[in-house]
């Protein structure tokens, strides 16, 4: 797994550097929604660099290779985790570093909060895409997400006129823990789905 | 011990079949699969390798059934070349180096080095800005430098110009000295595979028409060339494939099958194949 780690960080490094810069950004902005796009760029990077191991074929080599079903696709999953971690901290640090000199700290309780809810956001996020991505790979898998995408905005939009009230009762009384919980729960259910789909794609 | 035992293999895509291919690859030896573009060989390889499933028959490599649990260690002792390399191309060769370093448990960052000198691989320059030549020759780099027992190539030297193909031959010969080294190796340059192979495996069509040592196969046929009214005096299950032009017919024949006095001259490898592919008859 450490090999597809190394292989995915010189791809993130050479390739997905505007990733990286576009989420630390957004992490600066005080306004906390805006964390959220973090968790959509966090789905987009598993997509992109399964695009790039498809487009020289290296996913074709891959099963040859001696690394077992198992452990290709827990690395897109740890890869995930990682990134969302390190981009948690980064952000962490970036709002503490840019906002405190101004006197205007926003890491407080409801901001760490939103942050849980935004790593939940991309765990169930990566836990819905990546089966979908490893079954059928990254043409068809973007073709759903783009679906997906729309279907949430719509989802939200409505939920939000309609029940805005409700949401926030809701939100107030889920502790930040809870977020995490289901977060690590949509992860643990998908990644079976994952090692299936992916056998099946190989088997074919 | 046998590199590769492959029985009554079989797999079915919709307008392709790969029919009931047998053969065995003894360890030290090189095989050549030799077939035109849509025979089955990289099928074949893939499912040598696990990659694809099978619908039928039984595969081991190295002593090991390439399904059971103990076939991703086994890969270890194999290093794969793919036609068009198939490495990630964003990365460059020292890249390269450190991920390959951390997937093969014997990697040699020192082989791997000398390798990249001796071809005159950059170590800095991305796989993608590489060309094909290069790539082949990186690939190769990569899976020569783990101390592997079987290397399977598919297709290493097409669409490569002589000198390029020259060199990866050296280098697969070099592999070969050690005694408990196999290689099996598809390509349709059949003039590669005569100059390096111990046994020769061709595949038409989904089906192996032929598994065979190549000093036996060069010593068991011969072309016989004559005048086309005189094909029917030879013997009919001597004859392998006919050839008819302007200036008479030319026979592939089993010398053993036909009278001592006819004449007949040796056939290359690539005669034999091409007389087996077109399967024409008296």
């Known amino acids: 797994m450490k090999g597809l780690f190394r292989k995915d960080l010189y791809v993130l490094r050479s390739i997905g550097w505007l990733f990286i810069l576009l989420d630390l950004l957004f992490t600066l902005i005080p306004d906390l929604r805006f964390f959220a796009f973090a968790a959509f760029y966090t789905v987009m990077l598993a997509l992109v660099l399964m695009q790039t191991d498809e487009q020289c074929k290296f996913d074709t080599l891959l099963p040859m290779l001696p690394i077992s079903r198992r452990r290709v696709v827990l690395e897109r999953y740890v890869f995930g985790w990682v990134y969302i971690a390190v981009l948690s901290v980064l952000a962490l640090a970036a709002q503490a570093l840019v906002w405190s000199p101004m006197g205007h700290l926003p890491v407080d309780g409801g901001y760490l909060m939103m942050m849980s809810l935004d790593i939940c956001i991309a765990l169930v996020m990566e836990g819905l895409v990546l089966p979908i991505l490893l079954r059928y790979g990254s043409q068809k898998g973007r073709l759903i997400l783009i679906v997906s995408i729309g279907f949430v905005t719509a989802m939200s939009v409505g939920l939000m006129s309609g029940g805005y009230e409700t949401i926030l009762s809701v939100l107030t009384h889920t502790r930040a823990w809870h977020f995490l919980l289901l977060g690590a729960a949509v992860s643990a259910l998908s990644i079976p789905l994952s090692l299936a789909g992916y056998r099946k794609r190989i088997e074919q | ?282």
């Open chain 2, 1 to 282: 011990m046998n590199a590769i035992e492959v029985r009554a293999l079989g797999k079915k895509y919709p307008g392709f079949e790969l029919k009931n291919v047998k053969f065995t690859l003894p360890e030290g030896c090189i095989m050549g699969l030799v077939g035109e573009n849509g025979a089955g060989k990289s099928t074949l390889i893939r499912l040598i390798m696990d990659a694809a499933g099978r619908d039928s028959g039984d595969v081991r490599v190295l002593g090991t059934d390439n399904q059971g649990p103990g076939f991703v260690k086994i890969k270890d002792d194999i290093g794969v070349v793919l036609d068009d390399a198939r490495l990630p191309e964003s990365l460059n060769a020292r890249q390269l180096g450190r991920v390959f370093g951390d997937i093969y448990s014997r990697w040699d960052t020192k082989v791997y080095e000398d390798y990249l000198k001796r071809l005159d691989l950059p170590e800095k320059k991305r796989v993608k800005d590489f060309s094909r030549g290069m790539k082949m020759k990186l690939a190769l780099a990569c899976a020569l430098s783990h101390d592997a027992r079987l290397l399977i190539l598919d297709e290493p030297t097409g669409g490569l110009d002589p000198v390029v193909r020259d060199e990866i031959l050296e280098i697969l010969e070099d592999f070969t000295r050690r005694e408990d080294r196999s290689v099996l190796i598809s390509s349709h340059i059949v003039s590669d595979l005569e100059k390096l192979c111990d046994y020769v495996a061709f595949l038409h069509r989904g089906e192996l028409l032929l598994f065979e040592e190549k000093d036996r196969l060069l010593e068991e046929y011969a072309i016989a060339r004559l005048p086309e009214e005189r094909l029917r005096d030879l013997p009919e299950e001597a004859v392998h494939g006919v050839r008819r032009g302007k200036y008479g017919a030319e026979a592939l024949v089993e010398r053993r099958r036909v009278r001592v006095d006819l004449p007949l001259e040796r056939p290359s490898l690539e005669d034999i194949i091409v007389f087996f592919a077109r399967g024409e008859k008296k």
